[in-house]
C-alpha cells in the first residue's frame, strides 16, 4: 500500500485540476444550452446519452444520407446499413462534419476539406465495412447474424492496472490458461 501512495496523490492533484478546468469553462462559456452540439454523438458509446435519443438521430441521419449523402454519384450504402454499427458511426461523424462544413461560422476551405478529404474517407471506410453486405446476410444462421463483439481478457484488468501502476519495469502478469484457451478459440472462430 506504501507504494500506491505518490499514485493516490497524483489522482488527487489531477482531480482538482479537472475541476478547476470545469469551472473555468463553465463561466467563461457563457454557452446557450439549445445550442446544438459541436460534437458528434457515438453510437457506438452505450454509455452516453444516445440510448435516449437514438431514434431522433437515425431519423435525422436517415433523412441526411437520402438528401444529401447519396445524392453524390459515387456514394454506396447496402440496404443494411443500419445493422452496420460501424457504418452508422461514420455516417453519423460525417454528417456533424457536414454541418459544421456548412456553418455560417465555418472558413471556406471547411467545406472543400469536406469533399476532398472526409466524404471520400468515409466512402471507402464504409466499403470495406459493408462492402456489398445484403439484409438477407443478417438474417439468423447468415454470416451478419451474430452477437455484439467482447473485449477480450477483461478478467486481466485488474491485474494489469495493479502491474502497471507499481512494477511497470518488470514483465507484465502471466497469462492464465484460460486467457490463453479462450485466445486460441477466439482465433479459430475468426479463421471460418
Not at 72 to 78: E, H, I, R, T, V
Not at 107 to 113: E, F, I, K, L, V
Not at 126 to 135: D, E, F, V
Request: glycine share 6%.
Amino acid at each position: 500500500m506504501a507504494e500506491l501512495a505518490p499514485v493516490a496523490k497524483r489522482v488527487d492533484e489531477l482531480a482538482a485540476t479537472v475541476n478547476q478546468l470545469a469551472q473555468h469553462t463553465l463561466a467563461t462559456s457563457g454557452a446557450d444550452d439549445d445550442a446544438p452540439s459541436k460534437v458528434a454523438p457515438s453510437w457506438l458509446d452505450a454509455s452516453t446519452d444516445v440510448r435516449g435519443f437514438s431514434d431522433e438521430i437515425l431519423m435525422t441521419l436517415a433523412g441526411w444520407v437520402g438528401g444529401i449523402y447519396l445524392r453524390y454519384s459515387d456514394a454506396k450504402l447496402p440496404d443494411c446499413w443500419l445493422w452496420h454499427p460501424d457504418v452508422v458511426e461514420e455516417l453519423i461523424w460525417l454528417h456533424c462534419a457536414w454541418l459544421a462544413a456548412y456553418d455560417d461560422d465555418a472558413p471556406t476551405t471547411a467545406a472543400g476539406d469536406w469533399h476532398d478529404r472526409q466524404r471520400p474517407g468515409v466512402l471507402a471506410r464504409i466499403k470495406t465495412y459493408a462492402g456489398m453486405c445484403s439484409l438477407e446476410a443478417h438474417r439468423p444462421g447468415k454470416e451478419q447474424h451474430r452477437p455484439a463483439p467482447t473485449a477480450p481478457t477483461v478478467d486481466a484488468v485488474s491485474a494489469i492496472a495493479r502491474w502497471w501502476a507499481t512494477r511497470r519495469d518488470e514483465p507484465g502478469p502471466e497469462p492464465t490458461d484460460e486467457q490463453l484457451a479462450a485466445a486460441t478459440e477466439r482465433m479459430r472462430r475468426s479463421r471460418r
